[in-house]
């Protein structure tokens, strides 16, 4: 069967259930329903075509064939969880992101100067906004530093 035709997280699934022995308290680890979880067990039975793991009692002993697949499902799940948060990591050194900040004009004074220096920690291109206008507090710290942080884009009355 090719991976395509395959949905990922019902291996995710499989080592809660393998982890837990129970069908209960994998549903509970991975905060899903009982129900979800006997559904996504019969469809990794369906792909393995193997019952995967069998009742005793109240505890899921894993099947020989669980037994040989859990060391490699376990390293692929970690591999996918470092590729995602190497994905997702901030880095301020190269980051070319946009932020934008809504707060009332009141909070200007008091919150968009301590942003400055984050933004001088930020080599590249890091650009913010404020739904409200520039408080004066900001537009002369930034006047100072030679640099304008933030530029009004216009009022949100909510």
Same mark, same amino acid.
């Given at each position: ?53 069998? *009742? !005793?009692?109240? &505890? ?8 040989? /697949?859990? +060391? @490699?499902? %376990?390293?692929?799940?970690? *591999? !996918?969880?470092? &590729? ?8 301020? /050194?190269? +980051? @070319?992101? %946009?932020?934008?900040?809504?707060? !009332? ?54």
């Amino acid at each position: 069967m090719h991976i395509s035709r395959v949905d990922l997280n019902l291996f995710v699934v499989f080592d809660a259930i393998y982890a837990e022995g129970s069908i209960t308290r994998a549903s509970q680890r991975l905060n899903l329903t009982q129900p979800a979880v006997s559904h996504a067990l019969r469809r990794l039975r369906q792909t393995f075509e193997d019952p995967l793991f069998e *009742r !005793r009692g109240h &505890t899921m002993i894993p099947t020989p064939l669980a037994r040989q /697949a859990v +060391a @490699t499902v %376990r390293e692929a799940l970690q *591999r !996918r969880e470092i &590729t995602l948060n190497k994905a997702n990591r901030f880095d301020p /050194a190269t +980051a @070319t992101k %946009r932020f934008t900040v809504g707060m !009332r004009n009141h909070l200007e004074p008091a919150v968009l100067p301590s942003l400055i220096p984050a933004r001088e920690l930020c080599v590249s291109q890091v650009a913010g906004a404020c739904l409200r206008g520039a408080g004066s507090a900001l537009a002369s710290a930034a006047k100072e530093r030679g640099q304008y942080l933030f530029r009004r884009i216009g009022s949100y009355n909510g």
